[in-house]
């Protein structure tokens, strides 16, 4: 198996993103932070695809904090 690993921000921290040129891709930042803890327990990295998706595919669509805490994540996909 292959895992994908998909992170994702909120419409404001992409936002801040875009203005500053030398601003890290901070949803791809989120993925890693994730793949280094997986491997920190033994997932073997070469098997692991990292996305960094910005504020793509919201999990919420409001502007509260809740709802922009819920587009700042990290998604798993098992692939085969």
Known sequence: YRLKVNGFTDKEEA?????DPNFDNLSRSRAYVAVDYLA??????????VFGLSDTNPA????????????RR???ILLK
């Open 15 to 19: 936002d801040e993103a875009k203005e």
């Open 40 to 49: 920190s327990k033994g997932v073997d990295k070469s098997r692991i695809e």
């Open 60 to 71: 919420s669509s409001g502007n509260t904090p809740l709802s922009k805490a819920k587009n």
């Open 74 to 76: 990290v998604e798993f």
